[in-house]
């Protein structure tokens, strides 16, 4: 278990006073950032949507290379199951996706009434929040994460999120105070395991995301049929704590609502054989969502790095719901 702990928690040395032109550099930083928030905020949903669309057509040079990592990602899981001009499609919808999943918590919030939660683990998620028992939410880059998240603050008031730091400490906090307006929930950095530690005794909710790489990770795990490698830290600090972790998916329909899905708990146990249970336990709910709403997955990541061990075939995949293509 000692072995797994730093996995939560990744220590970062402490930060040596910035330079002049650092800090010169991150004022302007946040000036925009403090331009681009003005220009956001009360912005429809509808608005963003068709907004986007368009900035994307226009920043098309300069996302270039996001684009082909996309475009690679979907020809690595689905292989000949999709067209090149459907891996083209799916990879432009999943950048405008990504897009407005960033911008949700900061634009007007939509009203808690289009969104429709359900799952057979919702019960259970509040039942325990209201026994006073930690539970970790294990969120994944799929959809309207920001939207979720304000819909469960809504109902856990102990909700404190994984978030992590951007590099500029001046935009960290004009953006986390930004995202604080649209939901009601605490910020925990990534790097703060006492924190989350701290939260979860106390019988508060953490949300994390779940999908995400490590290179330092030698856990690897079936994901959308290949063998991934996935960080330990939300298995591991539900090791540590006792306290289960929720699989959740959040997406968007075509018909303007959006749905938010709790699965069954997943319980810790001992050891890393029970890790690794855990984690492909999360891995095969999250892939359901992913292959029914392939459009809104975040496929711009670099899920599967040459020379790191994964991206080896363990099955044949169905394509995905033809929704998105």
């Known amino acids: ?81 999709l067209s090149p001009a459907q891996r083209q499609t799916l990879a432009e919808r999943s950048i405008d996706s990504f897009f407005l999943s960033c911008l949700e918590s900061i634009i007007q919030p939509v009203d808690s ?66 995202r604080s307006a649209n939901s009601h929930c605490g910020w925990i950095s990534q790097f703060d395991a006492k924190a989350m530690f701290r939260c979860l005794r106390g019988g508060g909710s953490l949300v994390m995301m779940t999908d995400l790489y ?10 959308l049929g290949l063998s991934t490698r996935f960080a330990k830290g939300p298995a591991a600090l539900s090791q540590k704590s006792g306290c289960p972790l929720f699989p959740v998916a959040h997406v968007r329909e075509a018909d303007g609502r959006f749905r938010l899905i709790c699965g069954p708990a997943l319980w810790p146990g001992e050891g890393d054989e029970a890790l690794a249970a855990q984690m492909a336990a999360l891995a095969r709910w999250h892939e359901t969502w992913i292959q029914a709403y392939p459009e809104q997955y975040y496929w711009i990541n670099r899920r599967w790095r040459p020379g790191d061990g994964s991206g080896q075939r363990l099955r044949a995949m169905d394509p995905p719901a033809p929704r998105g293509h």
Request: hydrophobic share 45%.
């Open 1 to 81: 278990m000692r072995r797994n702990l730093h996995h939560i928690s990744m220590a970062r040395r402490q930060p040596s006073p910035a330079s002049l032109p650092q800090t010169l550099r991150w004022q302007l930083e946040a000036s925009a950032v403090r331009v681009l928030l003005a220009l956001l905020r009360g912005r429809s949903h509808r608005t963003m949507v068709h907004g986007i669309r368009l900035a994307h057509q226009l920043a098309r040079p300069w996302l270039q290379q996001r684009h082909a990592t996309a475009v690679a990602n979907l020809q690595r899981v689905y292989g000949t199951e």
């Open 113 to 178: 009434a289009l969104v429709r939660a359900e799952g057979e683990g919702l019960d259970d998620l509040l039942a325990l929040h209201r026994q006073g028992q930690g539970v970790i939410v294990g969120s994944l880059h799929l959809g309207c994460w920001d939207l979720a998240l304000r819909w469960l603050s809504e109902q856990i008031d102990t909700l404190s999120v994984v978030f992590r730091p951007a590099h500029n400490p001046i935009s960290d906090r004009l953006l986390n105070r930004a």
């Open 214 to 223: 490590s290179g330092d990770s030698d856990l690897q795990v079936d994901f």
